[in-house]
């Protein structure tokens, strides 16, 4: 059944294969939001699956988007592995990125070994990530594994490969991210003159690429900037590395129950 169903997919995904957008620009290449998306859409079909409400046009139509998200998010999924210089498995794993268009054309089997060998990259990335010593370079392999992990589970749904050692791996390595990667936020008072009417108060966060500073700052009780709270400092702070699409992640398995 999956074999039929999945040369049924390669008929339907074929015009979305050959109409693939070309090189991302380079203001695609540093925005994480085209790498979301194709987490997203992974997610999103898993839940589908695990709902017992995936048709086999759903299914069809999902890894036509799929398809089509990777292929936007091409260049900026590889520049990031392009920075892990040392790695072995980097190659390994760009060849996977790049076989995602082949997808819907594999056999029930070659799906099936495709999924497997993802997850090892997926699982060798992460552990590159607890070993390296630059936060920047960390930053880089966190996209790479989010990426990664998002591959490895549309293959598995579309392969029919259960999840029971797989979503441990993926929380696992969300973590990972979350832990190291977390904005740390430190506050002061600000340098402006004193006077009764300002309020001013400056606060920096560490990021991967460098502290970042946001200020609270009111003149005669009205806002200029600011007020800022723990969270909304983090969520800004982090809203362009890869701690952002970890969070994410780790708060959509929480939701839907899913824990190792």
């Not at 380079?26 to 709902?51: C, E, H, M, Y």
């Not at 990031?80 to 995602?100: N, Q, R």
């Not at 920096?204 to 690429?209: D, I």
């Not at 900037?225 to 952002?244: D, F, N, R």
Request: with cysteine; net charge negative.
């Amino acid at each position: 059944m999956r074999a039929r169903l999945l040369r049924g997919v390669a008929a339907a995904a074929l015009a979305v294969v050959v109409a693939l957008p070309g090189a991302a620009t380079p203001a695609q290449a540093t925005n994480p939001d085209t790498i979301k998306r194709v987490g997203d859409l992974a997610f999103s079909l898993f839940l589908s699956s695990r709902s017992g409400e995936l048709t086999e046009q759903q299914l069809v139509q999902a890894l036509q988007e799929f398809v089509g998200a990777v292929g936007a998010a091409e260049n900026a999924i590889m520049s990031h592995l392009d920075a892990v210089a040392a790695a072995e498995w980097v190659g390994a794993a760009e060849h996977a990125i790049l076989e995602v268009p082949s997808l819907p054309n594999l056999s029930e089997d070659t799906l099936q070994e495709f999924a497997l060998r993802v997850a090892l990259h997926a699982r060798q990335a992460k552990q590159v990530f607890e070993a390296v010593e630059s936060d920047a370079e960390a930053d880089h392999l966190g996209f790479a594994i989010y990426a990664l992990f998002a591959v490895g589970l549309e293959a598995r749904v579309a392969a029919g490969i259960g999840m029971t050692t797989y979503l441990p791996s993926y929380r696992a390595a969300m973590e990972a991210i979350i832990n190291r990667l977390e904005p740390r936020c430190t506050s002061r008072e600000g340098d402006m003159d004193y006077h009764p009417s300002i309020y001013h108060v400056v606060h920096t966060c560490t990021t991967p690429n460098g502290p970042r500073t946001f200020q609270d700052y009111q003149v005669n009780g009205d806002w200029q900037q600011g007020p800022w709270t723990e969270e909304t400092l983090k969520a800004a702070a982090g809203a362009t590395t890869s701690w952002a699409l970890a969070r994410d992640t780790l708060r959509r398995l929480d939701e839907g129950g899913h824990r190792a």
